[in-house]
């Protein structure tokens, strides 16, 4: 039996700066996969709103919490990016971990 882990990323962008946040987005969706992220999406709660939810999978908990950190961090050279486009900035971005079984 082998375990994964889906990591949830949450966060509201500050409208004005939607269009940016675009361009840096795709930067860190290219960044992803060398932290073994798989099945990337990236979604809005609804076309009004600039809430963003991304969603992935990892291969374990510790590429979880590493990964965590790194999204946090505001000196990444990639992630940091994100953090004048989140309103309340990288402190205010939302991670889970949820497991799943695989048999």
Same mark, same amino acid.
């Given at each position: /039996?082998?375990? @994964?882990? =889906?990591?949830?990323? =949450? %966060?509201?962008v500050? @409208?004005?700066?939607? !269009?940016? %946040? =675009?361009?840096? /987005? !795709?930067?860190?969706i @290219?960044?992803?996969?060398y %932290? #073994?992220a798989?099945?990337?999406n *990236? +979604?809005h709660y609804n076309? #009004? +709103? $600039?809430?963003?939810?991304? !969603?992935?999978i990892?291969?374990?908990? +510790?590429? $979880?919490?590493?990964l965590k950190?790194l999204?946090? !961090?505001?000196?990444? @050279?990639?992630?940091?990016?994100? #953090?004048p486009? *989140? +309103?309340g900035g990288?402190?205010?971005? #939302?991670?889970?971990?949820l497991?799943? =079984?695989?048999?």
């Amino acid at each position: /039996m082998k375990q @994964n882990v =889906q990591m949830i990323v =949450q %966060y509201e962008v500050k @409208n004005t700066l939607f !269009s940016q %946040y =675009q361009e840096v /987005m !795709s930067k860190v969706i @290219n960044r992803l996969p060398y %932290y #073994d992220a798989a099945e990337i999406n *990236i +979604s809005h709660y609804n076309a #009004d +709103s $600039y809430k963003i939810i991304e !969603s992935f999978i990892l291969p374990t908990e +510790s590429h $979880y919490f590493a990964l965590k950190k790194l999204r946090k !961090s505001k000196k990444h @050279n990639v992630f940091g990016r994100l #953090d004048p486009f *989140i +309103s309340g900035g990288l402190a205010k971005m #939302d991670c889970w971990a949820l497991k799943k =079984q695989l048999y």
